[in-house]
């Protein structure tokens, strides 16, 4: 029997050729289309990536298609907020709209943060379909968000290649790597209060949500006196310390 991972990446690898761009178009539509559904496509991209050795304008052409792809996939995430927010309370929905209307201005930076970064951005995307957001601006923001960490991706996958193949790694191995990582990434994400943050960013600017983020992290990860500390300075009024 051949290495199953070598299999699978070979099998991945001819069905990419055969669909070219429209595959990595469909690999960044169908990994971001169900909500609240984390499926690896980025680590799939990169690994293609990789091994096809793109060159720059090759990656930024699959960046800017599979940011398109996933960048519709949030629409489908959004307009599900839409259809939810028909079966909530009416008080419920006219907060999500209040929220939408006071921080109009943050919600496009947090909406392309959210996209550009490993973030699960399904939890601010709903509400943003509840809230009607502008579907022009939402698709827009998420794009270039997406489009930022797919080039990334790819980036990361031809150097990851580099690496393993200067260390002798072989496919098995590798892949035992990706994924211990991808666990370890995905429990701390998640142990993160992302709507705290984006309500930081949206309300009180940039700095100050870096603030809650690293708060937020210190808390993931178990170290709990720098989240205290963090959490002495948040308290502190602002141009307190000045």
Known sequence: MGDPIEDLTKTLLSLTERYGLFGVFLISFVGNAIPYAT????????????QKSLTLPEAVLWSVVGGLGAALGKVV????????SELLPEK???NFE???KIAQ???????????????PDDVLYVPLGVARYPLIKFFFAVWLGKIIITFLSIAFGNAYS???????????????????????LMVIIGRMDWARIAIALSQRGTLYALYVMSDELAKAIGLKWLARKISSLLSKPEGAGH
């Open 98 to 100: 209040l929220f939408s």
């Open 162 to 184: 580099r690496i393993m193949e200067e260390y002798n790694v072989n496919a098995t191995e590798s892949a035992i790597i990706l994924i211990v990582a991808t666990v370890v």
């Open 77 to 84: 995430v959004y307009l599900t907020g839409v259809g939810t």
């Open 92 to 94: 419920v929905r006219k």
């Open 105 to 119: 201005r943050g919600i496009f930076v947090a909406v392309f943060l959210f996209a550009a970064l490993p973030l």
């Open 39 to 50: 499926v690896p496509y980025l680590a799939l991209i990169a690994a293609l990536a990789a």
